[in-house]
């Protein structure tokens, strides 16, 4: 039965965790905002809830800290005590339910989940992020299109509360009545009002606490930033079996166009999610590159890096994750597609969909078998804000030069010395031969050969001549032998000169070469492909997945 008060109880054995300071403490005073001035006196590292509460109840101010992956500058300290909840590293599943430490990182969660056939959808772009920095930010990822942010994945919080109580939720029950929360501590009863203002029907609300009437008490520690108690432990509504995820990049080259492919795969998916329909368009994700972002990639060549091709006139590239099937066999789906039978699964609906929009000779396609190629098309996607990261260093570090007079004038009197220096230098040499004349020069060079770059690079030339010479003279002597035994056969393909051959299986026989590797057919590389309206399927182009062998296909 639903209350609207909660009983917090003491701390399991609380006890004192080490304070750290020094390098220790340096590393932890800035988060990804790089918001500047950051300070603190001491950090600890709690291992568990006791020492989590023994800390809290200690200190006059605390920062809970996760992976310090904030962007809002929220982890960066402003003095007092850091407490980091990495070590909170506990984890197991539970049914359909991950009982996570604070401090396990996403990708852990990810890792583990996958192992036992589990999913946790809102997981945000940084899986470096720790279970506790993405509840109390109400982190959402790309598929919160589908499924939300974290919010109603969480089942269950274990909060350790400022006076070192603690708070054992479970959703569902405890409800706000009459606008209160009430809160039954060791320490006291605490009222806590609703907050009062209406929060915007939109899918990602993570600015203030989360209010809406009768809310539950669990809610308004979910995106509290810390600020209402320490997450030591959480409830995690998780997926399992989940479904198989195939993945497409679709360039474009005008942006309308790419627009109406996102609306008709909300649309289509919105229909399928209504209408259960096993066969329809089931999108989870959706994510852009813009004009400029591309161009961030071709100049740092990252398009190349990763076996992207896209084109110059690239306006917007779409990243779609589509979800198939548990047990769906895409291969299988891929075939039936290209033999013209359309609509009668989630690949065949989704591929009928893109055929309409776009050319697909630009698409790529990973099938959920090929991780390595999924995981490089995100790779591209992170290397977005890595282009812009390093820029905008450099950009930062000249305005830095300029804004500081001072730094900029002592650069340049630094610069003008060393100018002057190697004037003075090159003035010296040519002083110095001048008076010893080009024949001492020439002898000095002969005695230390190693100080002239260009005499030594004359000398490995004359003997790498000498080398060749020799060779071409022991060639000589060879080829009319050869060229009497070896003369091919018209129609036959011309070995190689037995001479050449001995010595190689000599060396291999010794260990010294490896085999010459067998030269075999190379796969097709462009694939003729009926029903697709003509499209010709290219490496590195939607079907490479599956087509042909995928080691030929990936150019990296
Ligand atoms: C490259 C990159 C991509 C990102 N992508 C996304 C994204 O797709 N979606 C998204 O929502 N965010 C994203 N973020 C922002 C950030 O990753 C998330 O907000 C993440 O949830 C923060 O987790 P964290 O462990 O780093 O927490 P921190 O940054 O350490 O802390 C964040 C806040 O939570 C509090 N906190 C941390 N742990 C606890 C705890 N155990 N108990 C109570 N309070 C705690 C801190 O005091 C702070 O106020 C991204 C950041 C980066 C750098």
Redesign the pocket.
Known sequence: MSTHRAVARPAREPSAPAVHTGDALATHLT??SRFPGGQATSLVRPKTEGEVAHAVQHAERV?????????TG??TPTGGLLLD?AE?NTLRLEGDEAVVG??VSLLELETFLAEHDAYYPPI???T???V???????????ATWKYG?TRPWVQGLT?VLADGSVLELRRGEVHAADGVFVIETPSGELRVPVPGYTMPDVP?R?AGYHAEPGMDLIDLFIG????L????EARLKVVTHPPQVVTCLVPFADEAAGLKLVAALRDASRATWASGDPAGVDVRAVESMDRRSVELLQADGEDEKYGVELPRDTALVLLVQAELPHDFDADEALGRYAEGERGVDGLGALLALLEEHVDFDAVELALPDDRARREQLFELR?AV?SCVNHRVRDAQRDVERRADPQGRRRHDRALRALRRHARDLRARVRRARARRGDLGSRLRRQRAPQRDPALLRRRRARARGAAGLRARAGAARRLPAQRARHRAQPGQARAPAPALRRRRDCRHARGQTRPRPQRQARPRRDLPLGGLGGARLRPGSWFSASAAPRAADVPL
């Open positions: 988060d990804a920062l809970p800290i996760g992976a310090q992956s904030s962007l929220a982890a909840t909170l604070a401090g945000p772009t940084y470096g992020a720790l506790g920095g993405s509840i109390s930010t109400n982190a959402a990822g790309a942010t909060v990602k993570s509290a930033e810390g600020t108690g320490v997450v030591t992170e804000p």
